[in-house]
């Protein structure tokens, strides 16, 4: 969880990290050891999948924010109203 974590945080404070995570998501997510179904709702953006994986949820948005996703689209998402 530590690293889904630190991800998420670096991806908030990292302007250039967020540009390349959009543009090619799986060298970053290696680079931080993700995988399994963690690594899958990272890739496709899964913000349920990501809350009830456990992953915090104020990451979880700020994180959103940064990636330049529509609120609400992701308050869609959290709601289950759409995947």
């Given at each position: 969880?530590?690293?889904?974590?630190?991800?998420?945080?670096?991806?908030?404070?990292?302007?250039?990290?967020?540009?390349?995570?959009?543009?090619?998501?799986?060298?970053?997510?290696?680079?931080?050891?993700?995988s399994g179904e963690d690594r899958?709702?990272?890739?496709?953006?899964d913000f349920k999948a990501m809350y009830e994986r456990g992953f915090n949820p104020y990451l979880i948005y700020f994180c959103a924010i940064q990636l330049k996703v529509d609120r609400a689209d992701y308050y869609a998402q959290i709601r289950g109203e759409k995947n």
């Amino acid at each position: 969880m530590y690293s889904l974590h630190k991800l998420l945080w670096d991806i908030r404070k990292d302007p250039d990290l967020a540009d390349r995570y959009r543009a090619d998501p799986d060298p970053i997510l290696d680079s931080y050891g993700i995988s399994g179904e963690d690594r899958t709702a990272m890739r496709e953006l899964d913000f349920k999948a990501m809350y009830e994986r456990g992953f915090n949820p104020y990451l979880i948005y700020f994180c959103a924010i940064q990636l330049k996703v529509d609120r609400a689209d992701y308050y869609a998402q959290i709601r289950g109203e759409k995947n």
